[in-house]
């Protein structure tokens, strides 16, 4: 059974070219409702921690220097269908092969600095949830 919830960062390259309110504003549009959002950056430990699972990738890196380059939005959105619906909204990792319309193809510079990040799993949304917020703080 697909979960109701999903997590997403509004990532450096994105919050830097000024995509907040138009990312949030798709996003809202799309009838997801943000239970959970907070204005941050990752500390470059702290982005290693999270893409851990990229570790032996060769951009693992990269990745985490531009993580760690600036403020980012996190945020957990709700709606039913969570990650699945998010991940068609946002749009190929890639943006010269995302959609038209998605938020990558939009608010997308590159692959490595493609907008938005989005859970891939019911699974790893929680944890990516819960690496960031604080039960307390998602309502």
């Known amino acids: 059974m697909a979960g109701n919830r999903t997590f997403t ?3 450096p390259g994105a919050v830097r070219n000024g995509h907040i309110g138009g990312i949030l504003e798709q996003i809202c549009g799309a009838g997801f409702k943000i239970v959970a959002m ?3 950056q990752l500390s470059p430990a702290k982005a ?3 893409y851990a699972v990229h570790k032996e990738r ?3 890196g990269e990745l985490v220097e531009f993580m760690s380059s600036g403020p980012i939005v996190a945020a957990v959105l709700e709606k039913d269908n969570a990650v699945e619906d998010f991940r068609t909204l946002i749009g190929a990792t890639n943006p010269a092969e995302a959609a ?3 938020v990558r193809a939009k608010y997308a510079t590159s692959i490595g600095e493609n907008a938005v990040h989005g859970s891939d799993s019911d699974e790893n949304a929680a944890i990516e949830g ?3 917020f604080a039960g307390t703080e998602m309502f």
């Open 38 to 40: 907070k204005y941050t």
């Open 58 to 60: 060769p951009f693992y």
């Open 48 to 50: 290693g921690e999270f």
């Open 130 to 132: 819960n690496f960031h």
């Open 100 to 102: 038209e319309g998605t």
């Open 9 to 11: 960062m509004i990532k």
